[in-house]
């Protein structure tokens, strides 16, 4: 095993965080088998409960899982103190599945892990991802990649709906901006 990604696994997109474009330290793959030195591999659901109990406790720094928008996190509530980094999918920009299933991670189950948008990441859908839980994104739109390499996060000025992360209280609406419960 290297400590060097493979050059066939070189990705299609840029990893972003609130705090700027970082070095992805994760590979998408199909089985450990894939799993070089130093990183960590993003497994799909299935494969990811298909591996030894013990296996998975014990690699559970290098693991994580990928579910697509038709999986229930039903599947994987029991576990989610052994897994680090949850990516949740975004297959098209009007599958809004996953952001419900962020939500639900960080308010529900707190998770405290990182949560990963992957696919179609678009520029006026990145600051609800930010509201409801997520902190990495796998950034291919031209658009999106632009205004975040100039800092631009483009952000809505009053929220309606309540979120993981919530924002300042409004002032004369007092059921805006408020957490779920």
């Keep these: 095993m290297t400590d060097t990604k493979p050059q066939t696994e070189t990705p299609s997109y840029r990893l972003w965080t609130p ?72 297959p098209a920009f009007n599958d809004g599945r996953s952001f419900s299933k962020a939500e639900l991670l960080r308010s529900r189950y707190r998770y405290a892990g990182a949560i990963r948008a992957t696919g179609q990441v678009l520029v006026d859908q990145l600051s609800h991802m930010l509201r409801v839980g997520f902190d990495q994104f796998e950034v291919s739109h031209p658009v999106l990649l632009r205004r975040l390499e100039e800092g631009r996060i483009d952000d809505l000025p009053v ?10 209280r409004a002032g004369k609406y007092s059921w805006r901006r408020l957490p779920a419960i």
Aim: charged share 20%; glycine share 8%; hydrophobic share 45%.
């Design 19 to 90: 705090q700027g474009f970082r070095e992805d330290n994760w590979i998408h793959a199909e089985s450990i088998d894939e799993l070089p030195g130093g990183f960590g591999v993003i497994l799909p659901m299935q494969i990811f409960l298909d591996l030894d109990p013990h296996l998975r406790v014990s690699m559970k720094n290098r693991l994580g899982i990928h579910l697509q928008p038709g999986e229930r996190l039903d599947a994987i509530v029991d576990i989610l103190g052994d897994i680090p980094l949850v990516a949740l999918s975004f």
């Design 159 to 168: 929220y309606n709906q309540p979120a993981a992360r919530p924002a300042a």
